[in-house]
């Protein structure tokens, strides 16, 4: 079955750090870009980071730029997302998409990972 | 900075029609800013029902349409159901590559 699966979540304390990740299942993982979004409880979505197919560009939405970084080990079917300096607003769902083949888009969900950033 | 706008509530009567929108704080909504529509139930991962405007995603139905209508993005909904009661969402992708979603409408069918 085509899906992506999350996991690294939990419970940090401010200041902390966590990485979690994405393993990829029945698709060429390394011809697709992939992205991070994430859901803090009873609020919207938020994008927060891409990375290309081959793991040489990057992009972060302001409030994580600096503190998380993007990256992927094509051979292991896997993205990651290293989170540091851990703020309680970055409690949230986090979701790893796949960028659709047109446009900018997502055309794959992973079913999400918790981190509760708390003392 | 600039923010992507949706209405927060809508409600629609099954079997009607509703209209969606998805706007920009400053600015108009456009092609060029690849609107997609991404549908939420509670507990659940988002659902890709809308890409480019209005091309749907492989297994939406056809009662999901995407257009521009004058400054914003639309999704519409023609002949709701009981299934459509959801959270919907818009993205656009914004200068510098940056991704921004809407803050989310939460549709009612009753």
């Known amino acids: 079955e085509v899906q992506l699966v999350e996991s690294g979540g939990g419970l940090v304390q401010p200041g902390g750090s966590l990485r979690l990740s994405c393993v990829a299942s029945?698709?060429?993982?390394?011809?697709?870009?992939m992205d991070w979004v994430r859901q803090a409880p009873g609020k919207g979505l938020e994008w927060v980071s891409r990375l290309n197919s081959d793991g040489s560009v990057t992009i972060y939405a302001d409030s994580v730029k600096g503190r998380f970084t993007i990256s992927r080990d094509n051979a292991k079917n896997t993205l990651y997302l290293q989170m540091n300096s851990l703020r309680g607003e970055d409690t949230a769902v986090y979701y790893c998409a796949r960028k659709g083949k047109s446009g900018w888009n997502f055309d794959l969900w992973g079913r999400g990972t918790l981190v509760t950033v708390s003392s | 900075q600039t923010v992507v706008t949706q209405e927060p509530s809508f409600s629609v009567s099954p079997g009607g029609t509703v209209t969606l929108t998805c706007g920009l704080s400053s600015g108009s909504v456009s092609t060029t800013y690849y609107p997609s529509w991404y549908q939420q139930t509670p507990g659940q991962a988002p659902r890709t029902l809308m890409y480019n405007t209005n091309t749907r995603s492989s297994g939406v139905p056809s009662r999901f349409s995407g257009s521009i209508i004058g400054n914003k993005a639309a999704l519409t909904i023609t002949g709701a159901q009981a299934d459509d009661e959801s959270d919907y969402y818009c993205m656009l992708y914004m200068s510098g590559g940056v991704l921004m979603f809407g803050g989310g409408t939460k549709l009612t069918v009753l």
């Open positions: 029945e698709f060429t993982f390394s011809s697709h870009w």
